[in-house]
């Protein structure tokens, strides 16, 4: 992976950059990281990996941030116009009710802008934080200010950050990679949890609903 981004980035600079980030906001794994660091260490205008470039630190970071809200904003769609319907059809499968998406709505409601905000901040959950928003019916506007605003740290600190390390601008990309492993494995630690509470659950109180 980390070889195609920077033979892409190496061959399209801007609109690879720009790509790449939709793609990885669409809930499709492709490390922001390695994109972000690649693209800041060519702004430092030295040979990085065989390539002399004199990419604009600050062109990077904005079309980082404009990638990752057009990406977000295709996975919040998909989930408001067709990921109710999935779940509510085969949620039962994985223990998921109409209930408890009803209150995956009552939470975006109260708490959506804290959740996206903080969520596009953190590895992982920054990649699939718009597809559950679009779910619980977000408000659009809403979800697009807060995952703007999240954005702009994310991708901004890892340009620098490559920018800063030049040719070893590998090192935000592998200093990244074992924090990604712990949250998922945190996130998978929970949904096992409440997997198997929920079995419980429901094996002691028959479903009326």
Known sequence: MEHLIVSEISKHGYLAIFVLMILESACIPIPSEAVMGFAGALSAGVAIAGVTSHLNIITIGILGVLGNLIGALVAYVIGRTGGRAVVERWGKYILIRKRDLDKSEVFFAKHGDVAVLIGRILPVVRTFISFPAGIAEMPIVKFSF????????????????????????????????????????????????????????????????
């Open 146 to 209: 807060f995952t703007l605003l999240g954005s702009i740290p994310w991708t901004f600190g890892l340009a620098y950050a490559g920018r800063a390390l030049a040719s070893n601008w590998q090192s935000v990309s592998n200093a990244a990679t074992p924090i990604s492993i712990i949250f998922a494995l945190v996130i998978v630690g929970l949904i096992v949890r409440w997997y198997v509470k929920r079995r419980r659950q429901l094996n002691a109180v028959p479903e009326t609903n």
